[in-house]
Nanobody, 118 residues
């Protein structure tokens, strides 16, 4: 299984970025896809996730600014980030939750750096 993120970079405060995450080699059903972030010296926290049925969940700090979406056919999830703030600076990780039979599996990407700075 390969989980590959892309789209990070350096952006000025108030700017926008779109992150993409593609999952390959998944044998079962993807039950949820999500984005997490980890700033230096801090724990990895949920940013947003989206279930197979399309239900979404957001961290309070990003509500109204970030939007998560997915392409089920392509097994891709996106994070549209608007009105970025310096405190959004972190490594962003994609998480894929797969169900195969009676088992659940977690897969993570390698992370993509997002830096918000003037």
């Amino acid at each position: 299984v390969h989980v590959v993120e892309s789209g990070g970079g350096l952006v000025q405060p108030g700017g926008s970025l779109r992150l993409s995450c593609a999952a390959a080699g998944i044998a079962g059903s993807i039950v949820a896809m999500g984005w997490y972030r980890q700033a230096p010296g801090k724990q990895r926290d949920l940013v947003a996730n989206i279930t197979k049925g399309g239900s979404t969940n957001y961290a309070d700090s990003v509500k109204g600014r970030f939007t998560i979406s997915r392409d089920n056919a392509e097994r891709t999830v996106f994070l549209h980030m608007n009105t970025l703030k310096p405190e959004d600076t972190a490594v962003y990780y994609c998480r894929i939750e797969e169900q195969l039979g009676n088992y659940l599996f977690d897969f993570w990407g390698q992370g993509t750096q997002v830096t918000v700075s003037s």
